[in-house]
């Protein structure tokens, strides 16, 4: 099971990955786009509605690798104080009442609403139109992608519950701890420490 929920966040880390690269050409193409608007006076309708769908993407299948992370906000400043088995079992109820039902909802109605976009080869609104159904399918992938790591997060709630304390997750880039860092190379603070120079130490004689 352990190798199985690993695998999962496998994937949802290489696709939050993968989307991540999208603002590479975000930023290219809004840096292009002033140039051109102020230097050049030559504006670009279709740049404003290829910034939302490349942000769009980016934002979207980033959600299952942030799940995979533990990394979405909680409004409840209490949990962190709860045991592990008081964690799961909320988080269990709350997958089950909420999350299942949304993102399931989400999947369905964005395969249907792809689907439909794609009949009518539906295009965006400005002087310059682009193809939007490619984007619209974005959605329902983005939901079946969060829908497979939160059945995986179903699952670490259960076995929580069983063992008494959360599974294994899969490592990643995280924000530098600085007790951590200390604690890895073996360094005190009084290690850090600048000694006083001689003369201060005796009171400023010479």
Not at 22 to 27: I, K, S, W
Not at 80 to 107: E, H, W
Not at 142 to 161: K, S, T
Not at 165 to 181: M, Q, S, T, Y
Request: hydrophobic letters at 50%; proline letters at 5%.
């Amino acid at each position: 099971m352990q190798k199985l929920l690993l695998g999962i966040d496998a994937v949802s880390t290489f696709i939050g990955k993968a989307a991540a690269w999208a603002v590479v050409g975000l930023t290219a193409l809004i840096c292009w786009e002033v140039f051109s608007r102020y230097a050049l006076n030559n504006p670009h309708a279709w740049v404003l509605d290829a910034q939302i769908m490349l942000y769009g993407t980016m934002f979207m299948l980033a959600g299952a690798y942030t799940l995979a992370k533990n990394g979405h906000v909680r409004g409840d400043v209490l949990y962190g104080f709860f045991s592990p088995r008081v964690q799961a079992g909320l988080d269990l109820l709350l997958y089950i009442l909420f999350f299942l039902p949304g993102v399931l909802a989400m999947t369905w109605a964005g395969w249907t609403y792809a689907q439909e976009s794609l009949a009518i080869r539906e295009q965006t609104f400005s002087a310059t139109p682009l193809p939007l159904y490619p984007f619209k399918f974005v959605i329902p992938l983005a939901g079946a992608v969060l829908l497979l790591q939160g059945l995986a997060e179903i699952a670490r709630c259960v076995i929580c519950l069983r063992q008494g304390a959360w599974p294994r997750r899969g490592e990643d880039v995280e924000e530098v701890d600085v007790e951590k860092l200390k604690e890895m190379v073996h360094v005190n603070d009084s290690d850090l420490q600048v000694p006083a120079p001689a003369s201060a130490a005796q009171g400023g004689k010479p």
